[in-house]
């Protein structure tokens, strides 16, 4: 967020309405407006009186929204800091997978399987159609594509977001050229690149537990930290700050969605004449189709798009509930999902309801409710006199208790009478059982 604003003005981010498509942000917003000036998104001071509104959580930290509801976030193994939310009240539990990836070899911690345990409700988005792609084929086209580029003494350029896939390449490449015996400086051009590259190194419990221990030992424990130390790596809030730069080098920069926007313009007008350099996309959301005229420069699209699919989505549900699956499962309507329903329905017949679902679109799930959790009052509690009693040969305390339920926001309180009207209710349920249903409505 912070970045658009830098590239579209000083006082707040700006984009016409023709070029919606091209910001996340903005998404389906309303085309019909072309003729209308440009219009502002949102300014620095916006950006940072919704940061103050956000609460930061740790993985697998429980937060208490009523007495009886809890949501708990779990590593989804995307990137650092993604999660998927386990919403659990009572005896119910909904499980919510976000953008998740179960994908080796990268810095996020792994994917914790251990959310899908007695889930009643698992809620799939954002996930990829089609099968897994191979990523270690594509990383090591990325790796040569690279080397060989920088070996003709040309350059390679990367667009891509701060937060994706840059820590994991910068350390493959570094280490694949060091092993080429190749000193390439590299270059990152962003306004925040150097508190980005920074904040990265102390993110320790957001990473696989061999990243955790290097962060004990007060260690840097991502590569790009290693090669500022060494020299090797720049950062720089703009490429005309980066006035010193040494070619050949690899550099990352722009908006990855856009290459029309941001300093990638300025890095493709540089480099771009020449057909001999290199710009490598790997984010799945840049579009490939944008129109480059005076760009000579070669675009290849190696795309790493780790995020899971839908038969990963089936994968992991057998993994982690190989004996009981959820009784409800939602994927979202896509490509594959009648394949992918016809599938699970045939391995697992009446033990899962499949549905699917639109943007937008309201489903109701009907769950079998097994118990509620009542809270008694400290006041009723006091009046309790338990009485041992003996059962299996286990020794318990037993006492009982009377009083009026209370229920608010899906919180239950047992709180003592103080009505008459209850009192009398009360005694009639006792006395006539056949109404205890209208006593217990009252």
Partial sequence: MEELVAYHGRQGSFIPPESALHFSQVGSMNRQCVDEQWRSLYTLRDIRLCMQKIKPVRFNEHLSLYETTTLVPYSSGYALGSANWSLEATDRKVVLISTSSTVGNQHPALFDMTIMDKADVVLASDVRSGEQSDIETIRNKILSHTALTLQSQKNVLFPISMMGNIFDIIGDLARHLKSLHMSIPFYVISPVARRSLEYANILGEWMTAGHQEIVNMASKPLEHGQLQEEKELFAYDSLQDANDIKEPSVLFTGDYTCLSKGPVVSALEHWGKDPRHVCIITDPETLLSQDLPSCRMKIVPLILNTRVSLWDINSILCTACPITPPPHIIIPDMLGSDRFKEKWEMEHPEATQLHTVN????????????????????????????????????????????????????????????????????????????????????
């Fill in 359 to 442: 943007p937008g679109e309201s489903l109701s799930i009907e769950f079998k409710n097994k118990m509620e959790m009542i809270v008694i009052t400290e006041e009723l509690a006091a009046r309790l006199i338990p009485k041992a009693a003996q059962l299996n040969g286990m020794v318990y305390a037993i006492a009982p208790v009377t009083g009026a339920l209370a229920m608010y926001n899906n919180n239950y309180e047992l709180q003592p009478i103080t009505e008459p009207s209850d009192e009398y209710l009360l005694n009639s349920t006792i006395s006539h059982p056949s109404t205890s249903a209208n006593s217990n409505d009252t």
